[in-house]
């Protein structure tokens, strides 16, 4: 199994609101990461989890919460976010997140309009 | 200094001849190399890798590294319409636990 699944698929939250982007890897790879995408730009990077334990924040605001519960699992959750954090939210995941070598694999992301 | 550059294009190229996307980093200490390509409303896919200086072949994708002149290239052989999407250069930051995206180079492949 090559496959790095995300829900939901699409999501429309208001401002107030709180919900959670959920993602799964059955490769054994012990590093998982959440970017965020918007049009006609690369992914931008949000977190790293190496070995289930946060090891990158890059500077992201605290409306955006990362858990890891387990090796497999990632979630994002989300709360009083603003128009501006509408984009594509992208999970990867590779075998370690230190060093060379280590090509990430995305799921199909989540679409996420804030009203 | 932008860490990995590539011309955001549009690069338009007809159908069967062949596209050469670009790619040049900054950080001296990278050892490994991605292209990914992605759909337009898609994610990225992985679909090159390539760790040493030369050509590297796979099916119609040749990715090229030229460590010295800090210079990774994807050449696409007979382009079919299916090509047409954004080409993403990827390096790992030698000194951390992530890699740096290019811009993409959008690539149009007219029949």
């Known amino acids: 199994d090559t496959e790095v699944t995300q829900t939901p698929k699409h999501l429309v939250m208001g401002m107030t609101n709180k919900k959670s982007l959920k993602c799964e890897q059955h490769?054994?790879?012990?590093?998982m990461y959440w970017y965020k995408q918007k049009a006609k730009k690369p992914p931008e990077l949000m977190f790293v989890?190496?070995?289930?334990?946060?090891?990158i924040n890059e500077s992201v605001p605290s409306r955006f919460s990362p858990e890891c519960p387990n090796s497999s699992l990632l979630n994002l959750h989300l709360h009083a976010l603003q128009p501006e954090d509408s984009a594509l939210y992208l999970c990867?995941?590779?075998?370690?997140?230190?060093?060379?070598?280590?090509?990430?694999?995305f799921g199909p992301g989540t679409r996420l309009t804030v009203l | 200094q932008k860490e990995v550059e590539q011309n955001s294009g549009p690069l338009s190229v007809p159908e069967g001849a062949i596209a050469s996307l670009n790619c040049t980093y900054s950080?001296?200490?990278?050892?490994?190399f991605f292209w990914y390509r992605q759909y337009s409303g898609k994610s990225p896919e992985l679909i090159m890798f390539?760790?040493?200086?030369g050509d590297k072949e796979d099916g119609r994708f040749t990715a090229q590294l030229n460590k010295a002149s800090q210079y990774v290239s994807l050449l696409i052989r007979d382009s079919q319409p299916s090509d047409s999407a954004t080409y993403l250069c990827?390096?790992?930051?030698?000194?951390?636990?992530?890699?740096?995206f290019g811009s993409g180079t959008r690539l149009s492949i007219r029949p």
């Open positions: 950080d001296r200490g990278s050892q490994s």
């Open positions: 990827a390096v790992p930051y030698s000194s951390a636990s992530k890699i740096i």
């Open positions: 989890y190496s070995y289930e334990k946060l090891s």
């Open positions: 990867a995941s590779s075998q370690a997140a230190a060093g060379d070598y280590n090509e990430q694999f």
């Open positions: 390539i760790y040493s200086n």
């Open positions: 490769m054994g790879h012990r590093a």
